[in-house]
């Protein structure tokens, strides 16, 4: 198993433009989130899905973000009309869902995203 | 709402031990976690502890829960310069629907040979 990945791992943009990131999970794994974090500070929730459904959007996500995981396993998020706001890093994390107990998330390297 | 706080930075020589502290705002039963992300990647888990527990020990690492103060603590024992890095604190309220993470701001650790 090699972790989560994440593609691309930088993207620069001009303000307006759409992009779209992709998110690999351990194989196994159920859950998937998406945080953002921004220069010196922690990671804030985004939204996250069981399978392939979206079960929760944080107030962050405006109306520009989209995200899919379509078939239960990858996720896109994608942002339309991007701001220079937007600039950040997106992390993906995957956990596996037990009936007790924690699951435990497990992050990927992220997306840095620069928009000029 | 949930909120996580921790000191900006901190600094100690290689060999010593490291105390990293965080307060966390949730009462309900919760887990709490310790993250290290090192630059330009992303996060790698540490450890974890139930809010039911006072202590926990992973080789090098032992966390601290004081949940009447609502205090945690991360000890690193003889740190290495390869321990320098950024630690963030995190809560997870348990929920059936998701159990999605609050971060602390992190906190900067300089490990001087």
């Known amino acids: 198993d090699t972790g989560v990945s994440q593609d691309p791992r930088h993207k620069i943009t001009k303000r307006g433009q759409n992009v779209t990131f992709r998110c690999d999970p351990i194989?196994?794994?159920?859950?998937l989130y998406w945080y953002r974090q921004t220069l010196g500070q922690g990671p804030e929730f985004l939204t996250y899905f069981q399978n392939e459904a979206q079960l929760e959007k944080s107030r962050l996500l405006s109306d520009r973000f989209s995200a899919e995981r379509p078939k239960g396993s990858f996720s896109t998020l994608e942002i339309q009309r991007t701001e220079q706001g937007d600039s950040a890093m997106y992390l993906c994390?995957?956990?596996?869902?037990?009936?007790?107990?924690?699951?435990?998330?497990?992050f990927g390297p992220g997306t840095r995203l620069t928009v000029l | 709402g949930e909120d996580v706080e921790q000191s900006l930075f901190l600094s100690v020589r290689e060999g010593d031990s490291s105390v990293i502290n965080c307060t966390y705002t949730d009462s309900s039963s919760t887990y709490l976690y310790w993250y290290k992300q090192e630059p330009g990647a992303g996060l790698q888990l540490l450890t974890y502890i139930f809010s039911n527990m006072d202590m926990k020990q992973d080789q090098r690492l032992t966390v601290l829960l004081n949940k009447k103060d609502k205090h945690l603590s991360l000890r690193i024992a003889d740190t290495q310069t390869g321990d320098s890095a950024i630690y963030f604190c995190a809560e997870s309220e348990i929920k059936a629907a998701g159990n999605k993470l609050t971060f602390g701001g992190g906190t900067r650790v300089l490990v001087k040979p």
């Open positions: 194989s196994e794994h159920n859950r």
């Open positions: 994390a995957s956990s596996l869902r037990r009936v007790l107990g924690t699951d435990t998330q497990y």
